[in-house]
């Protein structure tokens, strides 16, 4: 986010939902086309680890919330599942260029808004539950199902960043 202009010096763009809606499209079209791309070339193994992981941290936070609460911890390992399953299906295109275009938009998106954009106890579930019918489209090896399945996905993020949900 933050540029820096010849003869000027640094400037911060100013945050607004244009750039948020610019920096999510850009994100919906990357990740929609990979995902297709995706459920073609998986190995079944790599769908079976990414399903097995979402399922048990699934299962870990209804046991917390049902004993106590989902903590910290539970948010910051599904975070990390969340982020992870995202790369993992843009490096599966062995891109570079669109790896580095993705890396840079994540990184706008993750500073737009960050409370927005990161997993919370609210949204931590519901989003893992999104993660799994994009995962179960992919098993399917329907790559429009999986496209669909993510843009729902994705369209839910960008609504919860700019305060819609």
């Not at 004993?67 to 295109?93: E, K, M, P, R, Y």
């Not at 891109?95 to 927005?116: G, H, M």
């Amino acid at each position: 986010l933050v540029r820096t202009v010849p003869n000027r010096g640094m400037q911060i763009p100013h945050v607004d939902l244009g750039l948020i809606r610019e920096a999510f499209q850009l994100r919906l079209f990357l990740e929609r086309e990979a995902v297709a791309s995706f459920t073609r070339t998986a190995s079944d193994e790599t769908i079976a680890a990414l399903e097995s992981e979402h399922q048990a941290i699934i299962g870990e936070c209804r046991a917390a919330a049902a004993s106590g609460g989902i903590t910290a911890a539970h948010v910051q390992h599904a975070q990390d599942i969340d982020w992870s399953l995202h790369t993992s299906i843009i490096n599966a295109l062995n891109n570079s260029i669109i790896a580095d275009i993705y890396r840079v938009n994540s990184i706008k998106i993750r500073l737009i808004k960050q409370e927005q954009t990161r997993l919370n106890e609210t949204v931590l579930l519901p989003t893992m539950e999104e993660h799994l019918a994009v995962i179960a489209a992919i098993r399917s090896r329907d790559p429009q199902r999986a496209a669909d399945a993510m843009g729902e996905h994705v369209n839910s993020a960008r609504d919860r960043a700019m305060g819609l949900r």
